[in-house]
């Protein structure tokens, strides 16, 4: 499939979905997919900076769009971290790219988690959601061979939903498997 088939879906199914789901009066109401951040922290880049060049690399693999670190905001003695140090990556996907990476994380890297029953669906009460991923190898983008350490990364769903549950439904009928989906 190409990248505008989740688009197209949208338009053509989602839209009328959630329009008699929820009563909407205009196609306006309906929420749409804002963006997508993926992101990683990296605690242990502050002991060794080529955490962050591998995770750099892997991340803009995976999204197909450059990642770039995110900084300290002060200084912690505790933690030896000093402001402005870089202790993670993350990247924000709109658009075309964003459609490509859902298809994809939908189609190809959820199934691949062994023992995968389905995602959960707690949202942040405003209709977004974050789903937590515990290994990058995942991805088909990913070389196992080539990984030096396993990393998790949150993917953060961004919508215009004004509810959880406009939220949920948004992303259950994009094909997001959630668990105990009543339909």
């Known amino acids: 499939m190409n990248t505008a088939s989740l688009k197209k879906d949208y338009a053509e199914r989602i839209v009328p979905s959630l329009m008699k789901e929820f009563n909407y009066k205009t196609v306006m109401q309906v929420p749409v997919l804002e963006k997508i951040v993926i992101n990683q922290g990296l605690g242990e880049a502050v002991a060794d900076k080529k955490i962050i060049e591998v995770a750099i690399n892997e ?38 790219k964003m459609y490509e ?34 290994e990058q190898i995942i991805f088909p983008e990913i070389n196992i061979d080539s990984i030096q350490k396993i990393l998790g990364m949150n993917i ?23 668990k105990n989906v009543k339909k």
Not at 104 to 109: A, D, E, G, H, P
């Open 156 to 178: 953060t769903f961004v919508t215009s939903a004004k509810t959880d549950e406009e939220g949920f439904a948004l992303l259950r009928e994009f094909g997001l498997p959630f």
């Open 59 to 96: 991340l803009t693999a995976i999204s197909g769009q450059k990642a770039v670190p995110t900084l300290s905001k002060k200084d912690v003695s505790n933690f030896k971290l000093r402001k402005k140090m870089p202790i993670g990556v993350r990247v924000t996907l709109r658009r075309e």
């Open 101 to 134: 990476f859902l298809e994809r994380l939908i189609r190809v890297s959820l199934p691949r988690i062994r023992d995968f029953k389905g995602i959960e669906s707690k949202f942040d009460g405003r209709g977004n959601y974050t789903l937590g991923i515990e």
